[in-house]
């Protein structure tokens, strides 16, 4: 079952994307369904770009820094995988912000 992004996230991130702004997606999802929606929102191309949280547990944070740059989803995460996944990006030299998904 997926629940559907919002009407304007679509738009936003194509606004962000020919701004020169990377955007991730990371949630606490299944892959297959960050995957697919992913996808949907262009900003995912190829499912190699997704890592799960047991994955990301695999890879050292040398690795991660090196690498960060190849995902655009991180799916089944937890909070300190997400820190892992910020600090990496910032690692890069790179400047971080993220949102949240609407309250329900």
């Given at each position: 079952?997926?629940?559907p992004p ?38 995912l ?60």
């Amino acid at each position: 079952m997926i629940d559907p992004p919002r009407l304007e996230v679509k738009s936003a991130i194509e606004k962000c994307k020919s701004a020169g702004i990377k955007t991730v997606m990371i949630t606490g999802d299944h892959k297959i369904t960050a995957i697919a929606i992913a996808k949907e929102l262009g900003i995912l191309e190829n499912e190699s770009e997704a890592l799960t949280g047991s994955e990301l547990e695999n890879i050292s944070d040398e690795e991660l820094v090196r690498d960060i740059r190849k995902y655009s989803v991180y799916a089944r995460v937890a909070p300190e995988h997400k820190v892992r996944i910020v600090n990496a990006w910032k690692a890069n030299g790179e400047i971080v912000a993220m949102t949240g998904d609407r309250s329900k």
